[in-house]
């Protein structure tokens, strides 16, 4: 290291710099280590500003010398108790810099701060959100495996944690509107277009909870006053479980960004609960016209109306929509359309950079649709008939129709196996088989199947899905859109889904542990953040590795001690070289002492 002095209009300036080798560009490299001021400013200080940093530079220069190269004693017949672990993990600390580039030290400390309680918020939602990420547990599992991460997060209870449970969240739409606003200048938040998916996550427990109801049926508590209604209620269950579930809605920007989620019970249809959380971006986070895109389970009339009037004349500043829109379950009109001749093919570039023949239509027409409206007064509201302008693309897949064939086909063969043996099904576990069985009903209260008449294939409806093989559709207000364009759009769903694929495989978030609304609620604030996280660093890196391999290197980054101050670390990949090239952090070195991983760690 040395002194330089810098020539400029003020003056000289002063600064200690070194030079280093980039092994990047493969050049030689000047970096600032310490800027220290105008000369005529030090000479106020030190007799002799350039003697005195010239020696500073130099002994600068001999301690990190000496840093480079220690000696550690070992006692060669030092035991091992029998629960020693000492590997601790380092890797946490990239997603402890994205944490703190959002504040979120900040936000915990501002909503905090006229509470009374006796443990860090903040520390404990960092333990909850990096341990969902790299080594997810229960609860309990994440305070027991504390020590997995090198940093200590110490000065908290168990109790604390489920203490913090109930502040997580009383603060769960004000974090999402945080995050939102703090993320920006880290990724652009494009708004443009967003999309919309629900999924659900089951709990490994017997039966729903009851709600305690009022004479309307209305959930309130023991004094009748009007609460939310108990999430875990059973519900068609995406892998066709039998246990309770919640539902998620999960609201995504056009670069693939979690915005904005909520929950609700899982007995209750997500065609309903896309409204409310669009509503709280619109108010909250942007009121720029939006482009709302969902599969065919959210098209529907109502939905439409909401997102885009009856879109006559101008926008009026109203949002747009792109759906799924299912072909079989289309009125006779639209189905005689799709089976018509019309369709031409073009080469288009698929997701892997292939060439793939695009065979489609579409047209203009204008749907008829039936919403309900309530008129200012009026508490009931009335059905309404609306003529609106619609956009209707379909496309053909031979690739789809054979899957189609195929997940038809198991079906089928399930439909089989329920006539035979009836008593081995019920409402939730005959799903999607039960469509192709004739003369079946349920038993209200418990789901079994009646057996009060003879179960019988119908062969009719395999006959009449048979003909719509192979074919999707998709429907949209943006009238000038290309038929190319809204299926470049809607694909965008695909990135939705796998976002759901992380939090359930990667991040382990179901089961669902907690029991209460409240603590359920605050489960998946931290599995929110934990994906915005992340889907953050998965951005910063160029999208050039896919989730579960980001993770795995992160988890794979630890150390080891050597001495009382002296660690080893034991891995090193291409991923982390990345990340240290993009947040400056030097992650390739082998040994540290505890101040320089410290410092690394920036506490």
Same mark, same amino acid.
């Given at each position: 290291?040395?002194?330089?002095?810098?020539?400029?209009?003020?003056?000289?300036?002063?600064?200690?710099?070194?030079?280093?080798?980039? $092994?990047?560009?493969?050049?030689?490299?000047?970096?600032?280590?310490?800027?220290?001021?105008?000369?005529?400013?030090?000479?106020?200080?030190?007799?002799?500003?350039?003697?005195?940093?010239?020696?500073?530079?130099?002994? /600068?220069?001999?301690?990190?010398?000496?840093?480079?190269?220690? $000696?550690?004693?070992?006692?060669?017949?030092?035991?091992?108790?029998?629960?020693?672990?000492?590997?601790?993990?380092?890797?946490?600390?990239? &997603?402890?810099?994205?944490?703190?580039?959002?504040?979120?030290?900040?936000?915990? #400390?501002?909503?905090?701060?006229?509470?009374?309680?006796?443990?860090?918020?903040?520390?404990?939602?960092?333990?909850?959100?990096?341990?969902?990420?790299?080594?997810?547990?229960?609860?309990?599992?994440?305070?027991?495996?504390?020590?997995?991460?090198?940093? *200590?997060?110490?000065?908290?209870? &168990?109790?604390?944690?489920?203490?913090?449970?109930?502040?997580?969240?009383? #603060?769960?739409?004000?974090?999402?509107?945080?995050?939102?606003?703090?993320?920006?200048?880290?990724?652009?938040?494009?708004?443009?277009?967003?999309?919309?998916?629900?999924?659900?996550?089951?709990?490994?427990?017997?039966?729903?909870? /009851?709600?305690?109801? %009022?004479?309307?049926?209305?959930?309130?508590?023991?004094?009748?006053?009007?609460?939310?209604?108990?999430?875990?209620?059973?519900?068609?269950?995406?892998?066709?479980?039998?246990?309770?579930?919640?539902?998620?809605?999960?609201? /995504?920007?056009?670069?693939?960004?979690?915005?904005?989620?909520?929950?609700?019970?899982?007995?209750?249809?997500?065609?309903?609960?896309?409204?409310?959380?669009?509503?709280?971006?619109?108010?909250?986070?942007? +009121?720029?016209?939006?482009?709302?895109?969902?599969?065919?389970?959210?098209?529907?009339?109502?939905?439409?109306?909401? &997102?885009?009037? %009856?879109?006559?004349?101008?926008? *009026?500043?109203?949002?747009?929509?792109?759906?799924?829109?299912?072909?079989?379950?289309?009125? =006779?009109?639209?189905?005689?359309?799709?089976?018509?001749?019309?369709?031409?093919?073009?080469?288009?570039?698929?997701?892997?950079?292939?060439?793939?023949?695009?065979?489609?239509?579409?047209?203009?027409?204008?749907?008829?649709?039936?919403?309900?409206?309530?008129?200012?007064?009026?508490?009931?509201?009335?059905?309404?008939?609306?003529?609106? @302008?619609?956009?209707?693309?379909?496309?053909?897949?031979?690739?789809?129709?054979?899957?189609?064939?195929?997940?038809?086909?198991?079906?089928?063969?399930?439909? !089989?196996?329920?006539?035979?043996?009836?008593? !081995?099904?019920?409402?939730?576990?005959? =799903?999607?088989?039960?469509?192709?069985?004739?003369?079946?009903?349920?038993?209200?209260?418990?789901?079994?199947?009646?057996?009060?008449?003879?179960?019988?294939?119908?062969?009719?409806?395999?006959?009449?899905?048979?003909?719509?093989?192979?074919?999707?559709?998709?429907?949209?207000?943006?009238?000038? /859109?290309?038929?190319? %364009?809204?299926?470049?759009?809607?694909?965008?769903?695909?990135?939705?889904?796998?976002?759901?694929?992380?939090?359930?495989?990667?991040? +382990?978030?179901?089961?669902?542990?907690?029991?209460?609304? @409240?603590?359920? %609620?605050?489960?998946?604030?931290?599995?929110?953040? =934990?994906?915005?996280?992340?889907?953050?660093?998965?951005?910063?890196?160029? *999208?050039?590795?896919?989730?579960?391999?980001?993770?795995?290197?992160?988890?794979?980054? *630890?150390?080891?001690?050597?001495?009382?101050?002296?660690?080893?670390?034991?891995?090193?990949?291409?991923?982390? $070289?990345?990340?240290?090239?993009?947040?400056?952090?030097?992650? +390739?070195?082998?040994?540290?002492?505890?101040?320089?991983?410290?410092?690394?760690?920036?506490?």
């Amino acid at each position: 290291m040395y002194l330089r002095k810098i020539s400029r209009p003020k003056g000289t300036y002063l600064a200690i710099q070194e030079s280093y080798y980039d $092994s990047s560009s493969k050049q030689s490299r000047t970096r600032t280590i310490q800027s220290l001021g105008y000369l005529e400013a030090l000479k106020s200080e030190y007799e002799d500003p350039i003697s005195f940093f010239t020696q500073k530079a130099l002994e /600068m220069t001999e301690q990190k010398k000496k840093e480079k190269t220690v $000696s550690i004693t070992i006692d060669s017949h030092e035991k091992m108790g029998t629960d020693t672990d000492e590997v601790r993990n380092v890797g946490y600390g990239v &997603l402890k810099e994205l944490y703190k580039q959002l504040e979120m030290d900040k936000f915990w #400390n501002w909503k905090t701060r006229n509470l009374s309680i006796q443990f860090n918020m903040d520390q404990i939602f960092r333990l909850l959100v990096f341990s969902r990420i790299l080594n997810p547990a229960s609860k309990k599992g994440t305070f027991d495996q504390k020590d997995f991460f090198f940093e *200590n997060f110490d000065g908290f209870t &168990l109790d604390d944690i489920y203490h913090s449970l109930n502040i997580i969240c009383a #603060n769960k739409d004000a974090l999402q509107k945080w995050i939102y606003d703090h993320s920006d200048h880290i990724c652009t938040r494009d708004l443009s277009v967003t999309y919309f998916d629900c999924t659900n996550y089951y709990f490994d427990i017997g039966r729903s909870d /009851m709600d305690c109801l %009022d004479d309307n049926g209305n959930p309130v508590d023991k004094d009748g006053n009007p609460i939310p209604a108990k999430y875990r209620k059973r519900g068609p269950e995406k892998n066709h479980r039998p246990d309770p579930i919640v539902e998620m809605g999960l609201l /995504m920007d056009k670069n693939g960004l979690p915005l904005a989620f909520d929950l609700f019970p899982g007995n209750e249809s997500e065609k309903v609960h896309m409204r409310p959380i669009i509503n709280r971006v619109k108010n909250e986070f942007s +009121d720029t016209r939006i482009i709302f895109v969902a599969d065919r389970g959210l098209n529907t009339s109502d939905n439409i109306y909401f &997102l885009n009037g %009856d879109n006559k004349g101008e926008h *009026n500043n109203r949002d747009g929509y792109v759906y799924g829109q299912s072909v079989r379950g289309g009125d =006779a009109e639209f189905k005689n359309w799709i089976l018509k001749s019309g369709y031409h093919s073009e080469e288009v570039i698929d997701d892997s950079g292939n060439k793939v023949t695009f065979t489609h239509k579409s047209r203009i027409h204008p749907k008829e649709i039936h919403v309900n409206v309530t008129k200012p007064g009026q508490k009931k509201s009335a059905r309404k008939k609306v003529i609106i @302008d619609q956009k209707q693309m379909v496309y053909y897949s031979e690739k789809y129709a054979k899957k189609q064939k195929a997940d038809r086909e198991v079906m089928i063969q399930r439909a !089989k196996d329920l006539i035979k043996h009836p008593k !081995k099904y019920d409402k939730v576990t005959s =799903a999607g088989s039960a469509a192709y069985v004739s003369n079946i009903s349920f038993d209200k209260s418990t789901g079994e199947i009646i057996e009060d008449k003879a179960l019988e294939l119908n062969l009719e409806k395999i006959e009449e899905e048979q003909k719509y093989d192979g074919y999707y559709s998709i429907v949209t207000s943006e009238l000038n /859109m290309t038929d190319i %364009d809204i299926r470049n759009v809607y694909r965008g769903l695909i990135r939705i889904e796998d976002t759901f694929k992380i939090s359930k495989t990667e991040f +382990d978030s179901r089961p669902v542990f907690v029991r209460t609304n @409240d603590h359920i %609620d605050a489960h998946f604030t931290t599995c929110f953040t =934990a994906l915005v996280l992340i889907r953050l660093l998965q951005a910063k890196l160029e *999208n050039k590795y896919a989730v579960g391999r980001i993770i795995d290197s992160l988890k794979k980054y *630890n150390c080891i001690p050597l001495d009382k101050s002296t660690y080893q670390f034991t891995y090193y990949d291409e991923i982390l $070289s990345s990340c240290g090239k993009t947040f400056n952090m030097e992650l +390739d070195n082998k040994y540290r002492s505890r101040q320089q991983i410290q410092r690394l760690l920036r506490y």
